[in-house]
Every structure is written in structure tokens, then in C-alpha cells.
């Protein structure tokens, strides 16, 4: 279930990941909260595809500029020696291969690490893909974070997905609020849960390996942004 608790504590334990050095996009949604959680010490270059390089954090109440926003369309600051280019440019670091780590939202991944989040195909909602599949495909590591299981409580990770696709076989690692999950060619296979093993079968929805996971705090630090 997505609680602010969940998503505040999905986005504290992928930012502990993030590498010093690392060039990083934040999709929309769990991944814009990343930021806030990285230890301090960690310098990290936050790219958005809009053609921003260098992103501080969200501005004070009453100092945002209309002019600078991220791809969500959320007003932040630029920090010293950031760069403004155009789409083109943005994009072109997406397809060359330059981003470290593009964290994104899902509504399905897959047993082989294949990405859903663009659209759930309702009727009457225009999809938006944006940059996802260029951010998917093109980066050099990609994360997921998102709820284990969505609204209905119908798991997110699946054998094969039934959404239409942003990218095959990419994903190499999901960060839910139940555990932490390597995807790899042998299947997946859970580094870290924060519930119990049934629990955790119960609600993933495709084979995973809990034979290595540590079993952390079932309920978790407590996080406030």
C-alpha cells in the first residue's frame, strides 16, 4: 500500500545506493524524493530531460521561477556549474549512454527486469511516455521504485507483463516497501525484505528467491521528508 510512510522510506533506501559521482535521473512520482535522502557527503549530478544538468533541491516557498522546472513540471534550483541545453542535448545524453542511473516508477516489472509505466490503457486517459523509453533504454543502470502492489493490492512484479511496454529487459534492480530485489538472468532474487518470507511470496506475483535476503525491521525506520 502506498502511504506517505511507504514512499518517503522506498526513496530513503534507494538513495543510500546512489554512488558518489553518479550522473542521475529522477523519474516522476517515488523517484523526485530520492534526492532528499542522499547522504550529504555524496556528490551526485541530477539531470532532467526538460535540458536541465545540475539540479539543487526544491526552491523556498515564494522563490520559484516558472522558467526553471523539472520534467514533472516541479519548480528547483540549479546549483553552482549547472548546465541549461536544450531537449536535444538532454535526450542525446539518454541515448548515448550518459546518465549513471535513471530511477523511474512502475506500474509492472517483470520476472526479466521488463518495464510498464506509461499508460494502464484506460479508456479516456491519453498515455504520456515522455522521456521513459529514451531514460529506460538508454541509461546505463536503471531502478525501479514503487509500491508492492498496486491499488487492488494485485503485485506489481508479475511473470510477464499485461501493460503495454517502455522497455525489455532493463531493470536490474526494484526497491519496494516490502524489499529490495536484484533482477537477473537466473530470475529475481530479494537482497533485503522487511516482512515476512510468506508475506512477501504471497504478494509478488512472479518465482522469487528469498534464500539471501536479510531480514531487516518489518516495520522499517521511520521517515519524514
Known amino acids: 500500500m502506498e502511504t506517505d510512510a511507504a514512499r518517503h522510506f522506498i526513496a530513503w533506501r534507494a538513495a543510500q545506493d546512489v554512488e558518489d559521482g553518479m550522473v542521475v535521473n529522477l523519474g516522476i512520482g517515488i ?108 541509461s546505463r543502470n536503471l531502478w525501479v521504485l514503487m509500491s508492492h502492489t498496486d491499488r487492488q493490492g494485485r503485485p506489481r512484479i508479475v511473470p510477464e507483463l499485461t501493460l503495454p511496454v517502455t522497455v525489455m529487459r532493463r531493470v536490474t534492480r526494484i526497491y519496494t516497501e516490502l524489499a529490495v530485489i536484484d533482477v537477473t538472468a537466473d530470475g529475481l532474487f530479494a537482497r533485503e525484505i522487511y516482512r515476512a518470507p510468506d508475506e512477501i511470496r504471497a504478494q509478488t506475483g512472479a518465482p522469487i528467491d528469498l534464500s539471501r535476503a536479510l531480514l531487516m525491521n518489518s516495520a522499517g525506520p521511520t521517515i519524514s521528508a
Open 31 to 138: 523517484p523526485t524524493l530520492v534526492a532528499d535522502f542522499v547522504p550529504r557527503d555524496r556528490e551526485v549530478i541530477y539531470h532532467s530531460e526538460n535540458g536541465l544538468i545540475g539540479l539543487g533541491p526544491a526552491p523556498a516557498k515564494g522563490q520559484e521561477d516558472p522558467d526553471v522546472i523539472n520534467a514533472s513540471k516541479d519548480p528547483v534550483t540549479l546549483l553552482a556549474g549547472a548546465s541549461v541545453c536544450d531537449s536535444l542535448t538532454a535526450f542525446a545524453m539518454m541515448r548515448g549512454g550518459h546518465i549513471d542511473l535513471a530511477l523511474m516508477g512502475a506500474y509492472q516489472v517483470s520476472a526479466d527486469g521488463s518495464l510498464a509505466n506509461w499508460t494502464l490503457g484506460r479508456e479516456g486517459v491519453p498515455p504520456g511516455v515522455g522521456g521513459a523509453m529514451d531514460l529506460a533504454a538508454g
